[in-house]
């Protein structure tokens, strides 16, 4: 049975509505929750009528939900990374134990990247074959299908080889989460011509290109993703930041001028109360990806990290997405696909002579020690 | 009387469009216009019904409207920036000497911003203090004026001291654009806090806080311009073209979600109709921008890039941009403010060790050649 941590203590709405999610997720999947936190704030959560009505008479106990005991929590206030670092017995960290240590296949954690991404650092460690780790978010697409961005601002300076890294993991994951045999994975740049762009990326493209293992369709353009041109657009973290969050204020800047324009006048009044329903539809398509959060990928483990707005349908998706990825196999399968690579392609490919920040040295003895 | 150059051969509907929306130009403004291009076309074009109708019987001379011609054309299948080098008398090129030559005050060409950027660098130089040149685009946001965000792709790699100049160039052209005192001046980031990011923009940081001149907000993220927060928003040519097609792509996709929703049932068909008129309205507000296309900036002169794309109207609006830059004078205001800059902050603040690609010694030799 499929075991999930959470952190029941994080994000805006814990830690009521993840639990309430967290057994809602339970019930609907059939696998093992387990609720990590102060067990008295814990247990007391668990005795809500909300939580009764889904148990519908039957304990925690019997549907696989257990409480694992984590007396501190990072408070709001806190920058969250460093709340991690000094609180060692807090829950985030102690969930994120429960996968080191064996006792879970996968995490979520809702509210700070910062703070998962310390967690995952000191818990579990990096993914063999992985330099660094990345934020993969599901983009909204005119297709069914989110296209996977990734890095959305874990890692600011990449090398090209690190940035083949996060293609070999997006489309991993793409493959395990949609069933699709080959992602398109895109490189995001400026132009689709060879020529265009920075070192960086012209760097990453001969890698990307000579890789035998992805189905890579070139540069794409910002643009080109929300129209479902791409499936896993890859980008360092600072380029990929920028590109998200122009992405969400762009959404809500058209729901406002909608609005705003549909109350200019008593017909607009009127056609906006009959598209309501529409422009709902398309807020939940465009708002709540089906990842229902970030993944933090290149870390030892499934890690899930929830909005910080979560509220308990959101924690049941996240979790869902826990659960997939441990079906899929995806970290094992993200491994093997990161070891071929470096079979394939050597010692880096002499991609490393544009990033400041590299460490060739460290890299390849890293390889060699495989 | 402001002249304008016009290349009445760019972009995808020339010469028809661009020579009618000159027209309609020169008479809503009061302006000198000077169509520039193979002269039997243009006066060709002069003479249909749709530009008659706007003279209403004058001749295109006593409303000072001129051709300038230009044997050679930057042909559809052409790469722009190379075609511009081999054909000497291209209209793009023509256009530009015009301003070059002091014989007009701006020019408007529409389609390539390659093209434009390398006739400008033949023709016009670099403006005085700006060691690089920056595309200028005017971005939707929930308010009435747009966000000018800068570089919109022409300096991939930037310096701090660079990214600082933008800053300066930005705010003058918002300052004589809508006459605005203290236009908000941000960096785009991946975080507000002065510790987020890379080496370039916590170097540009310092920068930006150190200068007198501007109203500088800090760092700004990606979803902070089209909500309105930030007037003038500076990034390297690299992330601006990332954000902003990003920006267009999901705009087209929040378009065409709703429109799938819409169609989904018949209630929505009916909502659909009704809303037909808000819905055009909000693709107006975000599809064309106040500024009719992009400008060039940096270089030494009045430099608007129409999109490839534009009909009449569009024309018509970047004249009416580039006449406004005249009259407020901006290429002037733009000189002076960078050199107040260089007095006040000495030699490139010791900015440049992040930038593979500066020059320190050029710059400061520059500055003082001034």
Chains 1, 2 share one sequence.
Do not use: W
Not at 67 to 88: D, N, Q, T
Not at 91 to 110: M, N, P, R, Y
Not at 359 to 365: A, H, L, P
């Amino acid at each position: 049975m499929i075991r999930i941590a959470i952190d029941a203590m994080g994000g805006d709405h814990a830690p009521r509505e993840v639990v309430l999610g967290s057994v809602i997720a339970a019930k609907e999947y059939g696998i093992a929750i387990q609720l990590v936190g102060p067990p008295d704030v814990i247990s007391a959560e668990l005795k809500r009528n909300s939580v009764k009505e889904v148990l519908g008479g039957r304990s925690p106990e019997s549907m696989n939900i257990s409480i694992v005991a984590a007396s501190e929590v990072v408070e709001m206030g806190e920058k969250p990374s460093r709340a991690v670092l000094k609180k060692k017995d807090s829950s985030i960290l102690v969930a994120t134990k429960q996968v080191a240590k064996g006792e879970a296949d996968g995490v979520v954690a809702a509210g700070s990247t910062g703070a998962a991404a310390v967690a995952a650092q000191i818990a579990l460690g990096k993914l063999q074959g992985a330099d660094k780790a990345a934020i993969c978010v599901g983009m909204p697409t005119i297709n069914n299908e989110p296209c996977l961005l990734l890095d959305g601002g874990a890692s600011v300076d990449c090398s090209a080889e690190e940035l083949y890294h996060f293609g070999v993991m997006g489309s991993v994951l793409f493959k395990g989460l949609y069933n699709t045999a080959q992602p398109r994975v895109g490189l995001l740049n400026i132009g689709t011509e060879e020529t265009k762009g920075n070192d960086l990326v012209r760097d990453a493209y001969k890698i990307f290109s000579e890789s035998k293992g992805l189905n890579f369709i070139g540069f794409v353009e910002g643009r080109d993703y929300p129209l479902g041109k791409v499936d896993v657009v890859v980008t360092d973290g600072f380029t990929g930041n920028v590109s998200l969050k122009t992405a969400e204020g762009i959404a809500r800047m058209m729901s406002q001028i909608l609005r705003q324009e549909l109350m200019s006048s008593i017909r607009g009044k009127v056609a906006g109360i009959m598209a309501e329903p529409y422009l709902k539809a398309l807020k939940a398509r465009v708002d709540h990806n089906e990842l229902g959060g970030a993944l933090l990928l290149g870390v030892k483990g499934v890690y899930v990290i929830a909005h910080g707005g979560s509220k308990h349908t959101a924690i049941k998706n996240a979790i869902r997405v826990a659960k997939d990825m441990v079906i899929a196999n995806v970290i094992k399968k993200m491994e093997q696909a990161l070891k071929v690579d470096s079979t394939q392609n050597g010692n880096g490919n002499g991609s490393d002579h544009n990033d400041a920040d590299s460490d060739g040295k460290k890299k390849v003895s890293a390889a060699e020690s495989r």
